[in-house]
């Protein structure tokens, strides 16, 4: 095993051991394969709490959010909820990874990580276009890739894979009013 | 006149000194979505050389371009924009769909991918290949200046049977055949007539009608 390595698997280690030690009280905590860390909240409610607080901690400066999404959790593998909400956070201190990842129910609100992240907006947005997760407090909770027309959301497993929806022309661009962005 | 001052007369109606310079100055206005714009894109540069079939002269503007040449995946949601651009675009006019995405929807059978262009809008020449290599590209384009030379009429928006867009992987046994041989001569047109729907063979004998 190469040196470097060896490194960063040490390093790994006390990461995981740290998280371990602090963040127990908020979920479950795991390990892959990789050994990188997944913590599973047991509420959505606690995420922007435990997120911060993961920023702010100087042994983990878990400053980067590389992802936000869910999967659909429909068979019940990883547990009671209709959906497993992730998202993947990186320190660009300490270059290591972790994955924060909550079981959440048909129609519940996750809160918005747009007050701590400005780039969850989109990621946000694009989970509820996908999924039809909404988010708690977001400035703009409209769908991001699929038409504006489109009905339901086709990454849940009861949507059609060849369930195509054409318009037959596109909206014209236009700018969102002080109005309809929901508070 | 001649390059030494004496007159010179060349035998031709207007008509076919139109459809030859037309044949000779296509101008591609490129829609690359993906891959195959990459591949669109080795085609117009020096290695295989576009400008040698007269096709060079690429216009971003649909307004200006006579041949849209789409090259990539086409989304539901993109589609309305495709068509807007082919609408655009002025008469005469002529649609080259590159690729197995825009002929057909590629291996993206899925909620979001628009299955061939063809839903939205007659296509003359179908390109194989994901992606095609240029040469195929370029044959593609010679092909249609036979059409455009021979003054053939434009495919109606309809898609191909299986069968003719089975036989279309090879290049040269339906895209030449099908149009420029005589239909009664060939087995495979034969072939293709007997096992294609019976609409299919009364558009094709429409076409050899008008041909001959």
Redesign the interface.
């Known amino acids: 095993m190469s040196r470097l390595l060896l490194k960063n698997r040490e390093a790994q280690d006390g990461i995981n051991g740290h998280l371990k030690q602090n963040y127990a009280q908020q979920g479950r905590y795991d390990e892959d394969a990789n050994q990188e860390g997944i913590l599973w909240l047991v509420s959505s409610g606690d995420l922007p709490e435990v997120v911060r607080k993961l920023r702010e901690d100087s042994s983990l400066a878990m400053d980067r959010l590389a992802d936000l999404s869910a999967y659909d959790n429909v068979d019940g593998v990883d547990g009671a909820g209709r959906f497993v909400f992730f998202i993947h956070l990186y320190s660009s201190k300490f270059h290591s990874r972790m994955r924060i990842k909550c079981l959440i129910a048909e129609g519940e609100e996750v809160p918005t990580l747009t007050g701590i992240w400005p780039m969850a907006n989109w990621l946000e947005r694009e989970c509820f276009d996908m999924f039809g997760i909404r988010f708690r407090g977001h400035p703009d909770m409209r769908r991001i890739l699929m038409d504006e027309r489109f009905e339901g959301h086709p990454l849940r497993k009861e949507y059609g894979l060849e369930a195509r929806q054409q318009f037959s022309d596109s909206l014209p661009i236009r700018m969102v009013t002080e109005n309809e962005v929901s508070k | 006149m001649s390059k030494d001052g004496s007159s010179a007369v060349f035998p031709l109606t207007l008509e076919y000194a139109v459809r030859w310079a037309r044949k000779n100055s296509l101008w591609p206005m490129p829609y690359g979505t993906s891959c195959c714009g990459i591949e669109l894109m080795s085609t117009l540069s020096s290695t295989y050389d576009l400008a040698r079939f007269g096709a060079e002269v690429v216009r971003f503007s649909p307004r200006q371009a006579d041949l849209l040449l789409v090259a990539g995946t086409i989304t539901?949601?993109m589609?309305?924009?495709l068509r807007?651009v082919y609408d655009q675009m002025c008469e005469p006019k002529w649609v080259i769909a590159m690729g197995a995405c825009s002929s057909s929807g590629g291996i993206f059978?899925?909620?979001?991918?628009?299955?061939g262009i063809d839903e939205i809008m007659p296509v003359d020449i179908y390109v194989p290949g994901c992606p095609p290599i240029p040469e195929g590209l370029i044959y593609a384009i010679m092909r249609l200046q036979d059409t455009i030379e021979k003054g053939l009429p434009r495919p109606k928006a309809e898609r191909l049977t299986p069968e003719q867009a089975r036989n279309a992987m090879s290049y040269r046994e339906v895209i030449t055949d099908s149009i420029f041989k005589d239909p009664s001569k060939s087995s495979l047109e034969e072939s293709l007539a007997q096992s294609a729907a019976p609409e299919a063979a009364k558009t094709k004998s429409s076409h050899s009608t008008k041909e001959g």
């Open positions: 539901t949601k589609g309305p924009v807007q059978n899925t909620y979001s991918v628009l299955q």
